[in-house]
């Protein structure tokens, strides 16, 4: 019992480590939890595996990388399905590759979807073609992405922090 | 030429300056060094903290407080500890808030200490407590602690010490520099002792929540104890708020009371903004618990990284320093931080800032991003293999 605690500790600390910075080897997350780089190996592997995690991806911060990108969150109100609920319209919309994420939400509307394309005009037609005319859609509302402040818990405006003395005792 | 060094008194002219005064400058100087030899956190402090007290200041808190601090604080702060030691400290009389633990320290000794009174204090240990000893008219009695303890000190050091002018034991785990902490048997000794010499403790304790192994154990939790030990804490280092200068005293009426007399005329009270900011802080223990592992993530990797280095470094418990030996070196503390400053531009500490004991170590701070910790490790690996 003792060792199954300790393992799901580990577990969560390499989740936590990792979500921070993906790019860490085995042997510096091995070192900076005191425990083997085998250990560490045999546990990404094994979360990799029952799809945990599910990949490494970078932040990146678009505005800043002259790749022009628009994006959009859209609102969809939807006629749930007696047999499969949200899921199957969800998942519909989930296999475009201009969608960026599906989410069930709470409130005015069920589902939260963001799309991502070249231009305005590209995304506007998207919705309209693709998203809006699926059967069990009632409602699409679309926000145009002006500006990202923070994402993936990064803050992207510099933080202006007070320079630390060298040596304070 | 009038001499003006004339007219200084002669307790503060014959306190020594630091002797490496010079290599601080150098250091603080350069650009392009990597740093570890900071004594503050790396984080700022957390937002919520930040935001309340920008909100205190639009409310226009602006004011003096009550010479004890603000009673909300108060109040609170006495909550927390009870929660956290099981000691309950009346907000009305037992605790004061100060500006930083640093000026608590200065009290807690002028409250207490006559001309040629003892104080017993182990080393190395933190630069102030000597000076402030010595200018509140006392005099200092070291201990020595060793590596081979761990930098622990035992009791019966401390035993060896004791005449019958000593007033007072300062503690001070977990340890700058060392990063030692004391077990809760260590410090059950160590209460045996203040009992039966009837010893008062000055207990500083602002490094206790950065703890890595093991609890924490609060010296005036121990049996008999609240009521001899003058607690020490602070705000600084467990949320990141080095800068806010706040930190309190806790423990018997009549020592706070003489305490607060002497404040209220130095100081007249701690800054309403930082109180009102402590008082968000209490609620952030998310926030600690955030930033304490990952000061735990780091401690590992530069104690790792020493050790493969051959700098022979201990398991440091506490704080966020190791106390690494550089006697393989052949050379001083000082002469190693010097070169390491002049040849690779990382800043640690000459052991031996920090008492005589501490020749043949350097402190390196850990509270530095992991990139600057691996940046520091491999700069120090080209000075060791340069110098051998």
């Known amino acids: ?169 | 030429m009038d001499m003006m060094s004339d007219r200084i008194a002669d307790r503060v002219k014959q306190m020594k300056g630091s002797g490496i005064r010079e290599f601080f400058d150098i250091a603080q100087r350069m650009e392009d060094a990597i740093s570890l030899g900071v004594g503050e956190p790396d984080f700022v402090t957390p937002w919520r903290i930040r935001e309340a007290c920008i909100f205190s200041l639009e409310k226009g808190y602006t004011s003096y407080t009550s010479n004890w601090g603000l009673l909300e604080l108060r109040e609170a702060l006495s909550d927390a500890i009870y929660k956290e030691t099981g000691v309950y400290y009346d907000p009305e009389g037992e605790l004061l808030i100060t500006t930083g633990v640093s000026e608590a320290a200065d009290l807690a000794l002028r409250a207490i200490l006559n001309p040629g009174d003892e104080v017993i204090l182990h080393e190395p240990s933190y630069v102030s407590y000597n000076p402030c000893t010595v200018f509140a008219g006392g005099t200092t009695v070291c201990v020595a602690t060793g590596v081979e303890d761990e930098f622990k000190v035992r009791s019966e050091q401390i035993e060896e010490k004791i005449t019958e002018r000593t007033k007072a034991l300062i503690l001070s785990y977990p340890n700058n520099p060392t990063g030692a902490t004391l077990s809760r048997k260590d410090l059950e000794e160590i209460a045996d002792v203040a009992n039966e010499h009837d010893l008062l403790v000055i207990s500083d304790e602002v490094y206790g929540k950065l703890t890595y192994e093991g609890t924490h154990t609060c010296f005036a939790s121990l049996n008999g104890m609240k009521e001899k030990t003058i607690l020490l804490n602070g705000f600084s280092k467990a949320y990141a708020m080095t800068g806010w200068r706040l930190g309190y005293a806790a423990g018997n009426k009549e020592i706070i009371e003489a305490m607060m007399k002497i404040h209220q005329y130095a100081m007249m009270c701690a800054p309403i903004t930082a109180q009102m900011a402590a008082i968000e802080a209490l609620r952030c223990e998310d926030e600690v618990e955030r930033m304490v592992n990952e000061y735990n993530r780091r401690r590992r990797v530069m104690v790792d990284g020493l050790n493969s280095l051959g700098l022979s470094c201990f398991e440091p418990k506490g704080a966020f320093y190791t106390f690494p030996s550089i006697k393989s070196t052949g050379l001083t503390s000082e002469e190693f931080a010097k070169r390491l400053l002049l040849e690779e531009k990382v800043v640690v500490i000459p052991g031996s800032v920090f008492g005589a004991c501490g020749e043949g170590f350097i402190r390196c701070a850990y509270a530095v991003s992991q990139y600057e910790i691996k940046e520091a490790l491999e700069r120090i690996e080209r000075f060791l293999t340069g110098i051998k």
């Open chain 1, 1 to 169: 019992m003792k060792e199954e605690i300790k393992e799901k500790q580990e577990e969560v600390e390499i989740l936590r480590i990792l979500e921070e910075n993906a790019r860490l080897s085995d042997a510096e997350i091995a070192r900076m939890m005191g425990i083997k780089e085998d250990e560490v190996k045999a546990i990404i592997a094994e979360l990799e595996s029952k799809r945990i995690i599910r990949k490494y991806k970078a932040v990146i911060n678009y505005e800043k990388s002259g790749i022009e990108t628009v994006q959009a969150l859209i609102d969809v109100k939807v006629s749930p399905e007696r047999d499969t609920g949200y899921d199957s319209v969800a998942e519909r919309i989930s296999r475009f590759p201009e969608v960026q994420s599906v989410r069930l939400v709470s409130g005015e509307y069920d589902l939260s979807v963001l799309v991502s394309g070249k231009t305005m005009q590209e995304v506007a037609y998207f919705v309209a073609e693709k998203i809006a005319p699926l059967e069990q859609v009632r409602n699409t509302l679309t926000h145009f992405l002006l500006k990202t402040y923070k994402e993936h818990g990064e803050i992207y405006g510099e933080e202006g922090q007070g320079k630390r003395l060298a040596v304070t005792l």
